[in-house]
């Protein structure tokens, strides 16, 4: 509860920062943009190693393959990337790069789901 009100009040302060630099300088308020997703990735750095722990051990007590587990981890880091960056082209104004970056990130998805599908269709061929 603690980290999400100082990522909040942190991301609410670069706001009200950029806005108010937007007209004047817009450059430097992306920039100032960019330095609070920095920021913010890095105060999450410890909840990601916890929850990627936790993952690993929920994949080895439940005894799938960390090659079936893998995929899923990579989706998901993929889905927070194409979240971040293609939210900053918007507000930079490049809605066309933004929607490059969600095309993008679709099919990086589905090239990662790869090895998820063969296994599903070597099911469905063993069961035929």
Do not use: H, N, W
Not at 10 to 16: A, D, E, K, R, S
Not at 56 to 76: H, R, W
């Amino acid at each position: 509860m603690e980290l999400i009100l100082r990522i909040t009040a942190f991301c609410v302060i670069g706001t009200i920062l950029s806005l108010a630099l937007r007209k004047s300088v817009p450059e430097i308020a992306l920039v100032l943009i960019l330095a609070a997703v920095v920021v913010v990735l890095l105060l999450l750095g410890q909840p990601l190693r916890e929850l990627m722990q936790f993952f690993q051990k929920l994949g080895e007590q439940s005894g799938l393959s960390q090659d079936l587990l893998l995929p899923l981890y990579k989706a998901m880091g993929i889905a927070i990337v194409v979240k971040v960056g293609a939210g900053l082209c918007k507000d930079a104004g490049e809605g066309a790069l933004a929607s490059v970056i969600e095309m993008s990130g679709a099919l990086c998805t589905l090239f990662v789901a790869i090895p998820l599908m063969r296994a599903v269709l070597d099911l469905l061929m063993e069961l035929m």
